[in-house]
């Protein structure tokens, strides 16, 4: 018994992590099926990569969207050209900023997860608030700049707005597939915090 | 001492409500000064009680907003009657929409927590999983409403967009009051994953 207890990772200790994290007091019942996910270790790392890749590829693709077309401008009666960019418009730069937050957000806690292993229960409470907090800039972001596309692909004939995308269709491909990626990393910062929600609940004694 | 482990409150059951949470286990130290609000039973009910209020004036705000203003219109160079409401926008249609769920939601959870109190402990992480759904309901609108908001208020002249708001003051006023209350709640939805954090964080022993 005496060989068992005592830590055998003195040696192999880059090999083997200790666990900081006390088993979830389980009781006699048989672990559900999903416990295996929400217990490893692995899958909030993996999670915020996914957050870190997604924001990148939204703002690389929303910014390499601009195009320049031949518009006609009814007050000179003539054509000329006119270049559409992300930054026409207010919403699309919040769009840019707040993703490049939560690109950064992702980099610094996966880096905070790997260097300091021995914090993660109390990371799992900060990083609760701030993904919270994150979710709200992201969820404000995605919906501003999903409005202003709505506007752009269908336009307003209430208040006379024109749509552009029938013009300018790279431009709104680029839009549209950077929403896209956008709403999928959205759905990660709630999975995110639905995991460290259930990771906390799992310590509580029964 | 037998006569203070009895429970007291079989005699006055309704006015002394057993608590069925255990008290965090502090330790040594003395309770930080937030400990009082947060191990507090009510500010859950009320935080949901100030974002059911909110959902319902952001509602009623946006929903009265809509005004009719002699427009000249220049495809037939004359001047006509236009309504601008809110629904001549889909992202106000979802921004009704989501604040209606959002109103529904914390209607249902105050009933829950004061029709079940021996059940706050599981409520804590359904509340967390339904709240942080939420959040990204209500900041998208809040972010889908804003944006198209501000294209009335300023414009895009980029694309041509005129602004709407010189015209439709009575309007505008109400979708940046009804925008304001929006941001309140988010706000409060935020607050109530936060609370709900702490509360699951200490009940975990340390």
Redesign the interface.
């Known amino acids: 018994m005496a060989t068992t207890d005592k830590p055998a990772d003195t040696e192999y200790g880059k090999e083997v992590t200790p666990s900081p994290i006390p088993p979830p007091a389980s009781g006699g019942a048989p672990p559900p099926w999903w416990s295996v996910v929400v217990d490893s270790s692995y899958i909030d790392v993996i999670l915020r990569g996914l957050l870190f890749a997604a924001s990148v590829v939204a703002i690389v693709v929303i910014v390499t969207g601009d195009q320049t077309e031949l518009v006609p401008n009814p007050l000179t009666r003539s054509v000329e050209y ?1 270049k ?1 960019e992300f930054n ?4 699309f730069i919040y769009f840019v900023v707040a993703f490049s937050v939560a690109g950064l957000y992702a980099i610094i806690t996966i880096f905070a997860l790997i260097l300091k292993p021995n914090f993660k ?1 109390k990371f ?2 900060y990083f ?2 701030w993904d ?2 994150l ?3 992201v ?10 596309g ?3 692909l269908k336009g ?1 004939d ?5 749509k ?1 995308c029938n013009r300018y269709d790279k431009f709104c491909r680029h839009i549209g597939a950077s929403l896209a990626v956008a709403l999928f990393a ?1 759905i990660v910062v ?1 999975l995110l ?2 995991l ?3 990771k ?2 799992r ?3 029964k």
């Open positions: 006119r559409a026409n418009s207010p919403a229960i799992l409470l609760l608030l919270a907090l979710l709200g800039v969820a404000s972001a995605t919906g501003a700049a999903g409005a202003v709505y506007v752009g307003n209430h208040v006379g707005w024109f552009i959205s709630v915090i639905w460290s929600s259930i906390l609940h310590r509580i004694p």
